[in-house]
């Protein structure tokens, strides 16, 4: 059975760090797209960060230079380690795995299976 | 970044009745979007993708229209376990845009 299990979050402390971590299984990370995606308490959701199975990496301007996407696939896991947090960087954090969308040209990446959401709280 | 407008933000309804929601893009995103339904506590749940294309084990009382900027969720037949947020994604790149949430609540 396909599933992704966030952990990781806490309360941490503004300019602290934090690593999130996405357990996978029924899948292979590294075979698929992977993303972040974060939702602030009563805020819509916003892209966070994202993997692309060629080894592409991508982030939000909002994160770019403090976080940083990996994947290891012997433990089949996707991370988050975000450096210089902020109290705006609160949110529950979701992980998902992606798949291509093509068309004759191009192939969109659609977030297709997501995990519950790991919380992150930056507060002093 | 593409502007994503959902709306209604809430909409109250009862067992049975037809709903729509609907998303605005800030410029053409062709049929580059998808829905998803989320329950407190869960994950979000892919309904549709390519702005009709339902999900394989998603219910045929959900479907999606449009194109290029102004797109529909439809759920018809409203059933208990459809009381949910329901949220737009458009997808042309990585970093995709949501719409802010649809909450459907029972009447």
């Known amino acids: 059975e396909l599933q992704l299990v966030e952990s990781g979050g806490g309360l941490v402390q503004p300019g602290g760090s934090l690593t999130l971590s996405c357990a996978a299984s029924?899948?292979?990370?590294?075979?698929?797209?992977m993303s972040w995606v974060r939702q602030a308490p009563g805020k819509g959701l916003a892209w966070v960060a994202s993997?692309?199975?060629?080894?592409?990496?991508y982030y939000a301007d909002s994160v770019q230079g403090r976080f940083s996407i990996s994947r290891d696939k012997s433990e089949n896991t996707l991370y988050l380690h975000m450096n210089n947090l902020r109290t705006e960087d609160t949110a529950l954090y979701f992980c998902?795995?992606?798949?291509?969308?093509?068309?004759?040209?191009?192939?969109?990446?659609?977030?297709?299976?997501w995990g519950q959401g790991t919380l992150v709280t930056v507060s002093s | 970044d593409i502007q994503m407008t959902q709306s209604p933000s809430t909409l109250s309804a009862s067992v049975g009745d037809r709903v729509t929601i609907t998303c605005r893009a800030s410029?053409?995103?062709?049929?580059?979007l998808a829905w998803y339904q989320q329950k407190p506590g869960k994950a979000p749940k892919l309904l549709i993708h390519?702005?009709?294309s339902l999900e394989s084990g998603v219910s045929s009382r959900f479907s999606g229209s449009g194109s290029g900027t102004e797109f529909t969720l439809t759920i018809r037949n409203l059933q208990p376990d459809d009381f949910a947020t329901y949220f737009c994604?458009?997808?042309?790149?990585?970093?995709?845009?949501f719409g802010q949430g649809t909450q459907v609540e029972i009447k």
């Open positions: 410029q053409s995103i062709s049929r580059w």
């Open positions: 029924g899948f292979t990370v590294g075979t698929h797209d």
């Open positions: 998902a795995r992606g798949r291509g969308d093509c068309d004759d040209r191009t192939c969109y990446p659609l977030l297709v299976n």
């Open positions: 993997f692309d199975t060629t080894g592409g990496t």
């Open positions: 390519r702005a009709s």
């Open positions: 994604h458009q997808y042309t790149s990585h970093s995709g845009t």
